[in-house]
Structure formats: structure tokens, C-alpha cells
């Protein structure tokens, strides 16, 4: 029996995905360019502080930032 996916996205709405957008901003503010979504988890996962700085800054964030991210117990994650 041979599996066919019910539903493949057109390229533009792939495009348009936050995903993408979160991609092209790093790439334009930061320089970072992640083939793909492996390459950029394994990113936030080894740099967490650059991460959470990064999703504030795409996420429009209005506040103090602070020194970097608090996560407690980070050996749980």
C-alpha cells in the first residue's frame, strides 16, 4: 500500500508560515541563515540566550528585556 499525504502546502503559504518569516529575520537582522528547521533548533537549543533574544526582538516585545532568559532547571528541558 503506498502512503500519499493528504494535503501538501503550496510554496506560497510555506512561505508565509512564521516559521519562514522567523528564517528571513534572522537572516537580514543577524546574518544567521538555517537551511532548515533541524539547523535552526539545533541553534536555539546550544544558544538558548541568542535564541530568546531573537524571538523577542521578531515577536515585537515591548518591555525590558533583561540580562537573558531565566530558565530554571534548564537540565529538565
Known sequence: MTMHPIWTPSAEWVNNTNFKKYQAFL???HGFD???YDALHQ???THKADFWRSMWEFAGII???GSGPYLENEDNF
Open 27 to 29: 537572516k537580514e537582522k
Open 34 to 36: 538555517f537551511a532548515n
Open 43 to 45: 541553534w536555539s537549543v
Open 63 to 65: 518591555g525590558e528585556l
